[in-house]
C-alpha cells in the first residue's frame, strides 16, 4: 500500500474506479443490443485516430475522439439502415480501424512505447489533466446510462416498442453510439482500446449470473466494475504488472468464479429439493 502514497499511483486508482464505473453502466445496454464486441471496433477506429493525431502533431485523444464517434455514428446508421448486418458493419470497424491506425503510426514519428501506451493501457503515466477528461466524461457518461435508464432500455430491448410508444428511438441509438466512443476514448489510458470492450461487457455477464431484473444487473454489474478496477490496479502495484491486463484478468476471475459457484449452488438446490410423490394409480373398478 506505500506504493499509493506516490500521486502517479493515486491518479491512476482514481481513472480506473471512474472507467470501473462508467464502463459497465454503458456495457449493459450494448450487451442488451447483441452489441458485445462494438468496443473493440470503434476501439481499432479510435487507434486511427491516435495514429492521425501523432501524425498531425495533434492531441492523439482529441483526434481519437473525433474518430471513434464517427466511426461509432456510422455503425449505427448502417446497422439502423438495414443495409448490411450488424457483424458485417462490425468486422468492417475491425479491419478498417486496425489498418489505418497501423498505417498512420507508421508514417509518424511515434515509437512503439507511445503505441502500446493506447495499446494495452498506461495509467501510471495518467496526468492531472487526463484524470480530470476521464473523471469528468465518465461522470457524464455514468450519469446520462442512468438518468436515461427506462428510455435506453427500451430501446435496447424493443425498438419497435420503443418507436410505437413515442421514444425519439433515433437519437437514443445515436446517443448509445456516441457514448461508446468517448468511453473507448477516456479509456485508452487506462485498459487500452483492446481490452475496453472487455470491462464493458464481464462485469455484466458476471452480474447476469446472479440477478435478474435490469435495475439490480445495472448496479451489481457497476459493483464488479469498480471492484475490479480497484483490485487490478492494487495487483499491478504490487505484482509489477501491467495495470490494464490486470484489471481484465481480475473482471474475468470474477465471471469465472461467479459461474462455477452458481453452478454448485443450482446443483446443491436440486439434491436437496424433494422429489415430488408419485400419483397414485387409478383404482381399476370392476362391474358385477
Not at 464481464?202 to 447476469?208: K, L
Request: proline share 5%.
Amino acid at each position: 500500500m506505500e506504493l499509493f502514497q506516490y500521486p502517479y499511483m493515486q491518479r491512476a486508482l482514481i481513472g480506473a474506479l471512474v472507467i470501473g464505473l462508467a464502463a459497465p453502466a454503458l456495457g449493459i445496454y450494448l450487451v442488451q443490443r447483441r452489441l458485445a464486441l462494438i468496443g473493440d471496433g470503434v476501439g481499432h477506429v479510435a487507434l486511427t485516430g491516435v495514429g492521425a493525431g501523432l501524425l498531425l502533431n495533434r492531441s492523439p485523444v482529441l483526434v481519437a475522439v473525433i474518430a471513434a464517434t464517427i466511426g461509432a455514428v456510422a455503425i449505427e446508421l448502417v446497422r439502423a439502415r438495414g443495409r448490411t448486418s450488424g457483424d458485417l458493419a462490425l468486422a468492417l470497424l475491425f479491419y478498417g480501424g486496425i489498418a489505418g491506425g497501423v498505417l498512420l503510426v507508421g508514417l509518424s514519428d511515434a515509437t512503439s512505447a507511445n503505441l502500446n501506451a493506447y495499446l494495452f493501457g498506461s495509467l501510471t503515466t495518467i496526468s492531472p489533466a487526463d484524470l480530470v477528461t476521464i473523471a469528468v466524461l465518465g461522470a457524464a457518461i455514468l450519469v446520462t446510462m442512468i438518468a436515461l435508464r427506462p428510455a435506453l432500455f427500451a430501446v435496447s430491448h424493443d425498438e419497435e416498442y420503443a418507436r410505437v410508444s413515442g421514444l425519439p428511438v433515433r437519437t437514443l441509438n445515436l446517443l448509445i453510439a456516441v457514448a461508446t466512443a468517448v468511453t473507448v476514448t477516456i479509456a485508452m489510458r487506462a485498459v487500452g482500446v483492446l481490452l475496453i470492450s472487455a470491462l464493458m461487457v464481464v462485469p455484466v455477464a458476471t452480474a447476469q449470473q446472479v440477478t435478474r431484473g435490469f435495475r439490480s444487473t445495472m448496479a451489481a454489474a457497476m459493483a464488479l466494475g469498480l471492484f475490479a478496477a480497484g483490485s487490478g490496479v492494487w495487483v499491478a502495484a504490487t505484482a509489477d504488472t501491467a495495470p490494464g491486463a490486470s484489471v481484465v484478468l481480475v473482471a474475468i476471475a470474477s465471471f469465472l468464479v461467479v459461474a462455477v459457484a452458481g453452478g454448485i449452488w443450482r446443483t446443491l438446490r436440486r439434491r436437496a429439493t424433494p422429489a415430488p410423490a408419485p400419483a397414485p394409480e387409478p383404482h381399476e373398478v370392476v362391474l358385477s
